[in-house]
């Protein structure tokens, strides 16, 4: 196993606890259950930014520039929409 391949594995290990602390969030039974969940969430989207931003900047989570005209191709669909 090579770095890159560790670091997605980290990346998507992350993503998923992400998401489990969304869910017990959205799912707190308490205001102080809801706090926790929701100040681990934060701690994990920061560290998750973390990865990938080392992940960007070796080349290995490379992010394409999105097109105008597909950017104002979504904006009419769903201007439309509303």
Not at 15 to 40: I, R
Not at 59 to 68: F, L, R, T, V
């Amino acid at each position: 196993m090579n770095d890159k391949e560790i670091m997605e594995g980290i990346l998507l290990t992350t993503k998923g606890v992400c998401d489990l602390y969304l869910h017990g969030s959205v799912e707190s039974a308490t205001p102080q259950v809801h706090e926790t969940f929701n100040t681990a969430l934060n701690d994990a989207i920061c560290m998750q930014n973390g990865i990938y931003s080392a992940m960007q900047s070796r080349g290995w989570y490379p992010a394409d520039q999105a097109q105008p005209q597909s950017i104002q191709q979504v904006r009419q669909k769903y201007s439309a929409q509303g």
